[in-house]
């Protein structure tokens, strides 16, 4: 009976092996024959992984690589590739500096469904962050890491975003109960939506940036980069998420925009309106703003009362004189889009025509 035993345990274990094997075979041949587009500024094809190997040949941002093994070696994934230079160069390169070409055709595909939406925001990376397919903090769904090089910053605009119940970050990016909001909750408090949901945005990147278009970043990395001409006026804890402006603008050589201008911008409160994230409003007040360059100043030509709306922003019409459309609930409960009419008086100045149902703000 011992005999029996032991050689169960053994068997157990060897299969166990084999089963581990397998499935590092598989995960190989599935990468082994694709392409790899390095994404780093550059970076070197080695003679090795080993820490004295020599540099073979130099690649960049953009360069596509074909795949033909891959293994780990002190806890860093390396793959093993042939160039397209006229050596056809083999070597190693960090997996870390490039994106295998399933992963790139995912974030395509994500960039697809978007393509018709104007970018609703602009942002910044704080620091390194991971693209994501997804708005989850799980390691399988990386596409690749932005990192900032230097004093050049990486912007993107945002497209859509997500609120998601709050997660503390830990080892492994794991989540734990956040025992505040809990807290909060057993004495009654009300609660915001920075104590209950983190927040997730959708972004669309320049090929300059990223190879990959598209793609979800962690929102407690990115910096909003709301207009400069107006960020002041953000009041009584309305925060702005989503703008556009209604008149051209004017960039310098280095593209930052020089002369203040019209918006329009969509608000939201920090407080908590619903059940769930799905629930929750993008916005909850409409706001214009009209640039006299006579005055140098901005006035508030429109403020709607409190609304509870979902992007897209969508704008047409030429010059000055426009048209925004937004879904807006109505009383009974159902989205429904409204369009809003921009247009001068017989003054020169800018004026507002809302739907008759959307109410008024003080």
Not at 44 to 71: C, K, N, Q, T
Not at 102 to 111: G, Q, R
Not at 205 to 227: C, H, K, T
């Given at each position: 009976?011992k005999?029996?035993?032991?050689?169960t345990?053994?068997l157990?274990?060897?299969s166990?092996?084999?089963?581990?094997?397998?499935l590092?075979?598989?995960?190989r041949?599935?990468?082994?024959g694709?392409?790899a587009t390095v994404i780093?500024?550059?970076?070197?094809?080695?003679s090795s992984?080993a820490?004295?190997a020599?540099?073979?040949?130099?690649?960049?941002r953009?360069?596509i690589l074909?795949?033909?093994d891959e293994?780990?070696?002190?806890k860093?994934?390396?793959?093993?590739?042939r160039?397209y230079d006229d050596?056809?160069?083999e070597?190693w390169?960090?997996?870390q500096n490039?994106i295998v070409?399933s992963l790139?055709e995912?974030?395509?595909k994500?960039?697809?469904?978007?393509?018709?939406?104007?970018?609703q925001?602009q942002g910044?990376?704080?620091?390194?962050?991971?693209?994501?397919l997804?708005p989850e903090?799980?390691?399988?769904?990386?596409l690749?890491?932005l990192?900032?090089?230097g004093?050049?910053?990486?912007?993107?605009d945002?497209?859509?975003?997500k609120?998601v119940p709050?997660?503390d970050l830990v080892d492994?990016?794991?989540?734990r109960?956040?025992?505040?909001?809990?807290?909060?909750?057993?004495?009654?408090?009300?609660?915001t939506?920075?104590?209950k949901y983190?927040?997730w945005?959708?972004?669309?990147l320049?090929?300059?940036v990223?190879?990959a278009p598209?793609?979800?970043?962690?929102?407690r990395q990115v910096d909003l980069l709301?207009?400069?001409d107006i960020m002041y006026?953000?009041y009584?804890?309305?925060?702005?998420?989503?703008w556009r402006r209604?008149?051209s603008?004017?960039t310098?050589?280095?593209?930052?925009?020089?002369?203040?201008g019209?918006?329009?911008?969509l608000?939201r409160s920090?407080?908590v309106?619903?059940e769930?994230a799905?629930?929750?409003?993008?916005?909850?007040?409409?706001?214009?703003?009209y640039y006299?360059k006579?005055?140098g100043?901005?006035?508030?030509?429109?403020?709607?009362?409190?609304v509870?709306?979902?992007?897209?922003l969508?704008?047409?019409?030429?010059?000055?004189?426009?048209?925004?459309t937004?879904?807006?609930r109505?009383?009974?409960?159902?989205?429904e889009?409204?369009t809003f009419?921009?247009f001068?008086?017989?003054?020169?100045h800018?004026q507002?025509?809302p739907?008759?149902?959307v109410?008024?703000?003080?």
């Amino acid at each position: 009976m011992k005999k029996f035993v032991i050689l169960t345990v053994f068997l157990m274990q060897t299969s166990c092996v084999w089963v581990s094997d397998a499935l590092k075979d598989f995960y190989r041949s599935a990468i082994v024959g694709e392409k790899a587009t390095v994404i780093v500024s550059r970076a070197y094809i080695r003679s090795s992984y080993a820490v004295v190997a020599a540099d073979l040949l130099e690649v960049r941002r953009g360069d596509i690589l074909d795949i033909l093994d891959e293994v780990t070696h002190e806890k860093v994934k390396w793959y093993r590739v042939r160039a397209y230079d006229d050596d056809a160069t083999e070597g190693w390169i960090e997996a870390q500096n490039v994106i295998v070409g399933s992963l790139l055709e995912k974030s395509i595909k994500l960039a697809e469904e978007d393509k018709e939406i104007e970018a609703q925001a602009q942002g910044q990376l704080r620091a390194a962050a991971k693209l994501r397919l997804s708005p989850e903090l799980r390691e399988d769904n990386v596409l690749l890491t932005l990192e900032k090089k230097g004093e050049t910053q990486i912007v993107f605009d945002i497209i859509a975003w997500k609120f998601v119940p709050k997660q503390d970050l830990v080892d492994g990016d794991e989540s734990r109960k956040n025992e505040e909001i809990e807290e909060a909750k057993r004495e009654k408090e009300v609660e915001t939506i920075d104590e209950k949901y983190d927040i997730w945005y959708k972004v669309r990147l320049n090929r300059s940036v990223s190879p990959a278009p598209a793609g979800w970043i962690f929102g407690r990395q990115v910096d909003l980069l709301i207009p400069q001409d107006i960020m002041y006026y953000q009041y009584q804890g309305k925060r702005f998420v989503a703008w556009r402006r209604i008149d051209s603008s004017e960039t310098s050589d280095s593209g930052r925009t020089i002369r203040p201008g019209s918006w329009i911008v969509l608000s939201r409160s920090n407080t908590v309106k619903a059940e769930s994230a799905e629930q929750e409003p993008d916005f909850d007040q409409i706001l214009v703003f009209y640039y006299d360059k006579y005055s140098g100043t901005h006035a508030t030509v429109y403020r709607s009362g409190e609304v509870w709306g979902k992007l897209p922003l969508t704008m047409g019409g030429q010059g000055l004189n426009k048209t925004f459309t937004v879904r807006i609930r109505n009383n009974n409960g159902e989205l429904e889009e409204k369009t809003f009419v921009i247009f001068k008086n017989v003054r020169g100045h800018l004026q507002v025509t809302p739907p008759s149902d959307v109410p008024k703000g003080r």
